[in-house]
């Protein structure tokens, strides 16, 4: 932001979250809404097919908002996740009727397209595998998991001699 702008509280709020996940589109609730603002609004708008508008923000300055409705939420999410977008969730943490000043705020979820197992977000067409590698002494784990096909965990061990099968550097 530049400096000669003086943000709202609201957006000071949202800025202040923002900074902690840079890279992620924040998600940010306002009563009914689902909010993005500046440059996520920007990306937003375009992947999810909404409208793009201005919001006064200080001293006659505006910045870019596109939202949705909160029930929305599992209409709007799978389509930013599977964009390959990052999105952090924003949620009042606090009852609006129960306190006269700014609502607290705080990132509830982050989903990314790695780690996304909402039902939702997953299609169940095609595989969406999780897998770790483990090195023990004299063997070596792959455990796998298909969270769209199996709520069973696949492990598969192999032992090995000789060499390490990989080196500490």
Do not use: W
Request: charged share 25%.
């Amino acid at each position: 932001m530049a400096n000669d702008v003086v943000l709202t509280p609201m957006m000071k709020q949202f800025f202040e979250l923002k900074a902690k996940h840079p890279d992620a589109i924040m998600l940010f609730r306002c009563g009914d809404f689902y909010e993005t603002y500046s440059e996520d609004a920007i990306v937003a708008s375009e992947i999810l097919g909404i409208t793009l508008t201005k919001r006064a923000n200080g001293q006659a300055k505006s910045v870019e908002m596109a939202g949705f409705p909160f029930h929305a939420l599992d209409t709007y999410l799978p389509k930013l996740v599977r964009a390959g977008k990052r999105v952090a969730i924003c949620d009042q943490l606090e009852d609006p009727k129960m306190t006269k000043k700014l609502v607290k705020r705080g990132i509830t979820e982050l989903v990314t397209p790695g780690v996304a197992i909402n039902d939702n977000v997953l299609s169940y067409k095609e595989n969406n595998f999780l897998a770790a590698v483990h090195f023990g002494k004299g063997y070596f784990a792959i455990p796998q998991y298909d969270a769209a096909l199996s709520d069973r965990p696949y492990n598969f061990s192999f032992p090995y001699r000789g060499r390490p099968l990989c080196a500490a550097g």
